[in-house]
């Protein structure tokens, strides 16, 4: 069973920056695309970024373009979300889920259909 755990959150200002990493263990990633999705208080789920296992690809939500980058790293089944020039608006909790590598859903960010969440991390960024 594929497990992921969510780690790196923090406290910063606006323009900091903070690298959140999700761990996995019961299978290696490669047979999954990973997710990062943020939900602030009050608001829905939201996906912000996903890198795809089929395609080897990243994929972005338009409000994080340029600021966020996420990778992977196989060696240590883990993928990482690099958070750059970070707004108070990018205040969530964040988490990581998985879906197939085949999944389209991960190159539509859709939050449906993503499975092994995380018990999440939280981001604040102060003003």
């Known amino acids: 069973q594929l497990q992921l755990a969510e780690s790196g959150g923090g406290s910063v200002q606006s323009g900091g920056s903070l690298r959140l990493t999700c761990a996995a263990s019961g299978y290696p990633l490669t047979y999954w695309s990973i997710g990062w999705f943020r939900q602030a208080p009050g608001k829905e789920r939201e996906a912000v970024a996903c890198?795809?296992?089929?395609?080897?690809?990243?994929y972005y939500k338009d409000s994080v373009k340029g600021r966020f980058t996420v990778s992977r790293d196989s060696a240590k089944n883990s993928v990482y979300l690099q958070m750059n020039t970070l707004k108070p608006e990018d205040s969530a909790v964040y988490y990581c889920?998985?879906?197939?590598?085949?999944?389209?859903?991960?190159?539509?960010?859709?939050?449906?259909?993503?499975?092994?969440w995380g018990q999440g991390t939280q981001v604040t960024v102060s003003s």
């Open positions: 890198f795809s296992s089929g395609d080897g690809k990243a």
């Open positions: 889920a998985a879906v197939p590598s085949e999944s389209a859903r991960c190159e539509r960010l859709s939050v449906r259909g993503f499975a092994s």
